[in-house]
């Protein structure tokens, strides 16, 4: 079995910072990509920021600049908000795309899910 366990959320006034972390446990190979996703009430979910085992980023235009995605190690990372605004608030979700094995193949997974409410 595979669990991506997020923590971190909370709720921090505009302009604060808040660090959510990611890890991953369970019969894990390795780790290809890993992602924040986030999901407001009534929204769907979008990408925040992602970032591969040779630790290429990408983020999504609305948090560029504020922001930082990182990998602490192979199965564990990062997201280190900044400057924070109340359109930030949503659940944060952790993926990612996880190989098992040659048999297992690759399959994405999905943590939980934190919240992180931005007050104005």
């Known amino acids: 079995q595979v669990q991506l366990v997020e923590s971190g959320g909370g709720l921090v006034q505009a302009g604060g910072s808040l660090r959510l972390s990611c890890a991953a446990s369970g019969s894990i190979f390795s780790i290809n990509r890993m992602g924040w996703y986030r999901q407001a009430p009534g929204k769907q979910c979008d990408l925040v920021a992602k970032?591969?085992?040779?630790?290429?980023t990408i983020y999504a235009d609305s948090v560029k600049g504020r922001f930082t995605i990182s990998r602490d190690n192979a199965k564990s990372m990062s997201l280190q908000m900044n400057s924070l605004k109340p359109e930030d608030t949503a659940v944060y979700y952790c993926n990612a795309e996880i190989f098992r094995g040659i048999i297992s193949g690759f399959d994405g997974y999905w943590g939980q899910g934190t919240q992180v409410t931005v007050s104005s």
């Open positions: 970032i591969t085992s040779g630790g290429t």
